[in-house]
């Protein structure tokens, strides 16, 4: 039971990390935070805060400019070719792609440990057929499976949701099943199966727990991906269709007046680019801080 108790959650130095250290945090860290507290509050009040609809139509007063270029504050950053208001459609592609990206996140994090789970448990002909299907979705390019798919099925935004759900599962697959082997061989889970506890209960109580901070990293290093994807398809016309909106969806649309009306699409590219750089940041950062190594540097030079 020693060993049990020496085996002390991860996860306890990632809430350490996050929430005890706020006076060493970088600037960098620091503005890519407020940047995702800011997306986060646009993705879940949009409804409340964008001024028009994100369908309402003004023929009348299509293609006006944003208010810095001598247009009214009645259209802050202007209109698009169909007179709809370009911020409220930003607020409501920022909550699509947002959440497309986070179902589709959580899909492929779960889908992929779960998996993970199973081959590093069954070992065997079960871990031999597993590692064949991670071997394979590794070596074919996602974005042209994808493409695949939805020109043979056609597209439905189920369809769509569940194939970028389906992105990046073997990473998590991979990286969980060497983690639970790596847990196996420790004396911790061997000590708790000598008790006579049931295997899913060592995983679900003891093993996740360890191994959950790395995942964490994983998410915040694949999610990013997952908006590119996102936004990637629906720019070709395969992911989010019209009438409703998405970062890339808008993106596609401002494609074509990028000479004289580049407001619509610049506005939804650079949220684009601030959100996966800001998560991009905020991932090595975690990394880091979970690093034993870069521990041991800072405690170093904190006692010389």
Excluded at 164 to 192: F, M, Q
Excluded at 199 to 224: C, D, E, G, K, W
Aim: aromatic letters at 10%; one cysteine or more.
């Amino acid at each position: 039971m020693t060993m049990v108790a020496t085996a002390a959650p991860r996860m306890a130095r990632l809430r350490g990390a996050l929430f005890g250290r706020w006076s060493k945090t970088p600037l960098a860290v620091g503005l890519c935070l407020a940047w995702l507290g800011l997306i986060a509050f646009v993705a879940i009040f949009a409804d409340v805060i964008a001024p028009y609809g994100f369908a309402e139509q003004s023929l009348l007063d299509r293609l006006k400019p944003p208010v810095f270029l001598g247009g009214t504050w009645d259209h802050v950053l202007g209109t698009d070719g169909l007179g709809r208001d370009v911020l409220s459609r930003l607020f409501f592609a920022i909550q699509t792609s947002l959440v497309i990206a986070l179902v589709g996140t959580l899909i492929g994090a779960v889908v992929g440990t779960l998996i993970g789970f199973v081959a590093a448990h069954f070992r065997g002909l079960v871990d031999d057929i597993v590692m064949v299907f991670v071997d394979f979705q590794a070596s074919v390019p996602f974005f042209i499976v994808a493409l695949a798919i939805l020109a043979f099925f056609g597209n439905s935004f189920e369809l769509f949701l569940a194939i970028v759900g389906l992105y990046g599962w073997e990473t998590y697959a991979r990286l969980t099943r060497g983690l639970v082997l790596s847990a196996n061989a420790k004396g911790y889970a061997g000590a708790i199966r000598t008790l006579g506890v049931h295997p899913a209960r060592i995983y679900v109580r003891h093993v996740l727990p360890n191994i959950l901070s790395i995942l964490v990293v994983q998410v915040t290093l694949n999610f990013p991906e997952i908006i590119l994807l996102e936004t990637s398809l629906s720019f070709l016309g395969l992911g989010v269709q019209p009438p409703d909106t998405s970062l890339g969806l808008t993106l596609g649309a401002g494609r074509n007046y990028l000479a004289t009306a580049w407001w619509i699409g610049i506005p939804a590219g650079c949220a684009i680019f601030l959100t996966t750089l800001s998560i991009s940041i905020l991932g090595d950062w975690i990394r880091d801080l979970l690093d034993p190594s870069h521990a041991t540097e800072e405690n170093a030079a904190a006692h010389p």
